[in-house]
């Protein structure tokens, strides 16, 4: 028998097909590909695995106040560099960098809005900037904010979503922020005003340890990351495996740490339903 050997033709495409990279987002949890514009259209929820993305501080103000309602206060409140901290990056360079890759100006916006109709003050942490630490910037706006609500006598919002704890490039100066923060949480309370603290991917470190569950509500998104310290610190520390599900969101809400799970789309929804409950 004789055997033709087989000669392949390679086809070339008239017009190679280019894939732009910033249309697309690879979930971190389940790995599928989704089309940006739809994954933010569905307020940055993997459709498939229902993981939870990160939204900026402008996102959430978005998503939660009443169109065109939002006025920010302090907005070009900026951080100091108290110690000149050098270490492998000069604080200075660092802060110079995470405002231009972020547009934003520190790691906290701050504002006067409506939600549902109701007056509210509004303070959103972004994990964005330097991870949503906690400085001194974050702390004074934060105390502003809540002393701004205590004399409109409106509730006070907070969107927590920091995982850097206290920053160390403040050295004791960010330390001092927690007892700051904590401090007129309790003005709030004593004001006879409403605190509502709402705990998202990742609530850590200073944030938690401080006024994150000083809320008279506590309101978490479903599978949020929320703590001290993090999961794998404590295991290295104590040695031990963790039960499945520690520092998430269901977890804390099965041992009475949180009030209210709510899916991203609804949280609005739930905030104005407790507001106007109390104020109507």
Known sequence: MIFRKKRYVRIEPK????????LWFKCEKCGKLLYKKKWEENLKVCPHCNDYGRMSAYERINLLTDPGSFKELWADMTSEDPLNFTGVKAYKDKLK?????????EAIVTGECRIGGVPCVIAVID???????MGSVVGEKFTRAAEYAIEKKYSFVCVSGGGGGARMYEGV???????????????????????????????????AASFAFLGDIIIAEPGALIGFAGPRVIEQTIRQKLPHGFQRTEFLFERGMIDIIS??????????????????
């Open 15 to 22: 017009e190679k097909v280019e894939v732009k990279k910033d």
């Open 263 to 280: 899916k991203r789309a609804d949280l609005k929804d739930n905030i104005s339903k407790i507001l106007r409950i109390l104020y109507t």
């Open 97 to 105: 960098e995470e405002i231009q890759k972020t547009g934003l100006k």
């Open 127 to 133: 994990a964005n900037f330097i991870m949503g630490s």
């Open 173 to 207: 100066i960010s330390l001092m922020q927690m007892a700051k923060t904590s401090a007129v949480a309790g003005k709030i309370k004593k004001a006879g005003l409403l605190y509502i603290s709402v705990l998202t991917d990742p609530t850590m470190g200073g944030i």
